[in-house]
């Protein structure tokens, strides 16, 4: 059984900068692909960005390039997006998530795990 735990959501004014962390515990996740994802009050979940587990390739929404980055801790089993230059727009429930498969997928169908969520709200 795999568990996500998600932390560090809060409020933060536009511009400002925002770490999220994902613990992942369970069986090994050297063929997983963890994802975060996000989903605003009206909206459905959105694809944010993906790592995959064990080679660390990357891949991102284009509303997200260049301001968030995902990375991971192999040792610790955290996944982590730094999010920087926050807007309004990315006020949401982040959610983290994870794809048995390593798929490199942007679709939340292809990822099996879920974790709570955590909210982050950006002020402008």
């Known amino acids: 059984q795999v568990v996500l735990v998600e932390s560090g959501g809060r409020l933060v004014q536009a511009g400002g900068s925002l770490r999220l962390s994902c613990a992942a515990s369970g069986p090994t996740f050297d063929t997983y692909a963890m994802g975060w994802f996000r989903q605003a009050p009206g909206k459905e979940r959105e694809f944010v960005a993906a790592i995959t587990w064990t080679e660390g390739d990357t891949w991102y929404d284009d509303s997200v390039k260049g301001r968030f980055t995902i990375s991971r801790d192999n040792t610790k089993n955290m996944v982590y997006l730094q999010m920087h230059s926050l807007e309004p727009e990315d006020t949401a429930v982040y959610y983290c998530?994870?794809?048995?498969?390593?798929?490199?997928?942007?679709?939340?169908?292809?990822?099996?795990?879920w974790g709570q969520g955590t909210q982050v709200t950006v002020s402008s």
């Open positions: 998530a994870a794809s048995v498969s390593g798929v490199r997928a942007t679709v939340a169908a292809a990822y099996d795990y």
